[in-house]
């Protein structure tokens, strides 16, 4: 059994955040937890415009507090989010997020991230795999 909480996890390498401090994810559950999916706690900052895209991963986001639009840029709809809202990325959707009161959302993604991925140029996270000893590698 694991038992975690947000105040374990502030401030050390499972609390992370972008370059531009935009938003913010507290990895509750990663890869090395060996249980097929990796668990979030996200807040984006209110007046900000981030773009995403997972294409190596599946997502689901649950909103709980804020509110904003969810573009899929691949169709061009448009969601207005808030509280009480989730979305499902099941199709790699690139997409954007405009926060218009701060989001707290938490995330799930298969397969689980390892917590070292970093957005690449394109906004997307690499496909890691965690081996039996603890090392990262990249897949291809």
């Known amino acids: 059994m694991i038992v975690r909480t947000i ?29 097929g999916f990796s668990f979030h706690e996200t807040t984006i900052k209110a007046g900000t415009t981030n773009e995403f895209h997972y294409a ?26 808030g509280a009480g809202s989730m979305y499902l990325l099941d199709g790699n959707e690139r997409h954007r997020v405009v926060c218009e009161e ?18 690449d140029e394109d906004g997307i996270y690499p496909l890691l795999r965690l081996q039996e000893d603890g090392s990262v590698v990249r897949e291809k």
């Open 56 to 81: 190596n991963h599946i997502e689901a986001v649950w909103l709980v507090e804020g509110k904003g639009t969810l573009t899929n840029l691949e169709t061009g709809e448009e969601f207005e989010i």
């Open 7 to 35: 105040d374990e996890i502030t401030d050390t390498d499972r609390d992370v955040s972008n370059e531009a401090q935009t938003w913010r994810s507290k990895r509750i559950v990663l890869a090395d937890d060996r249980v």
């Open 102 to 119: 701060q989001m707290r959302m938490y995330c799930v993604f298969n397969p689980p991230v390892t917590g070292r991925e970093v957005h």
